[in-house]
Nanobody, 117 residues
């Protein structure tokens, strides 16, 4: 059974930091590209950051310089370090794992991030 379990969300003041974690099980983690998506109320889900199986990273423009995605293949975990948080970063953040060679695609249940004073 495949599971992606996010943790680390919460309430933080503007300018603060959070680190999200996504622990994967049931997949050969090192073969998967991993991504963090977010969905704010009334908006479409968007890709925030991605990391390939080889470690290449990409970010949406709005988070460049503030967020960092990383992975630890030994722990089957992907992280999203979020610094200088803004109220517009408020959303449910979802972890995604995708293996393009087999078209396997999995999602976590989401974790709420709220940036507010």
């Amino acid at each position: 059974q495949v599971q992606l379990v996010e943790s680390g969300g919460g309430l933080v003041q503007p300018g603060g930091s959070l680190r999200l974690s996504c622990a994967a099980s049931g997949i050969i983690f090192r073969f998967y590209a991993m991504g963090w998506y977010r969905q704010a109320p009334g908006k479409q889900r968007e890709l925030v950051a991605g990391i390939s199986s080889g470690g290449n990273t990409d970010y949406v423009d709005s988070v460049k310089g503030r967020f960092t995605i990383s992975r630890d293949n030994a722990k089957n975990t992907v992280y999203l370090q979020m610094n200088s948080l803004k109220p517009e970063d408020t959303a449910v953040y979802y972890c995604n794992g995708r293996r393009t060679t087999t078209l396997q695609d999995y999602w976590g249940q989401g974790t709420q991030v709220t940036v507010s004073s």
